[in-house]
């Protein structure tokens, strides 16, 4: 097998570029989270767990995208980033992007399967076995916190 193709750029760019990315990422879960339905009044509800972990991703990449750009002001820069597998990136990137599609189609618990299975995939997990610990363990995680404890459905 040929070997994969290498990219390098340098760390403050990377840091940049992902700390914005994050930024947009996080805003846009904060909107979405934003619509969910709340079943529990003035108390926490379901919205507010993914929208307080939106803000704190949006506040920590803005600080990140921050570090980059001080550095690069200063003149300190640091090494450069080397991304040996690229390709496997990109999935993971596209895996993302999807899973709120699949939600809306497939609903929750299968969507979650599909995506959780085909990351770890991604990520060089290829135990079958394993695969199905991990998603059959995130699974019911969920079930049991967020439906049972929470009263939250997941569709």
């Known amino acids: 097998m040929p070997e994969a193709r290498t990219l390098f750029f340098s760390l ?3 840091d940049i570029v992902i700390g914005l990315a994050l930024t947009a990422m ?10 969910l ?22 506040l920590t990449s803005l600080i990140f995208a921050g570090a980059g750009v001080r550095r690069m002001i200063s ?8 991304v040996r597998q690229p390709m496997r990136v990109l999935l993971g990137i596209a ?5 709120p599609l699949m939600m809306d ?13 085909a990351f770890l995939y991604v990520a060089n997990c290829r135990s079958p076995i394993a ?5 059959g363990g995130f699974l019911l995680f969920t079930k049991l916190v ?10």
Do not use: C, H, N
């Open 95 to 99: 895996l993302l992007i999807m899973f």
């Open 75 to 82: 003149g300190r820069l640091e090494e450069r980033i080397t």
């Open 26 to 35: 996080a805003s846009w879960f904060f909107f979405q989270a934003s619509v």
């Open 146 to 155: 967020f439906e049972m404890l929470l009263g939250t459905p997941l569709p």
């Open 12 to 14: 403050e760019i990377g």
């Open 37 to 58: 339905p709340d079943f529990s009044g003035t108390a926490v509800g379901a919205a507010d767990f993914p929208k307080g972990l939106a803000a704190l991703l949006g």
């Open 105 to 117: 189609t497939l609903g929750y618990y299968i969507a979650m399967a599909v995506f959780f299975s």
């Open 131 to 135: 695969i199905v610990l991990y998603v």
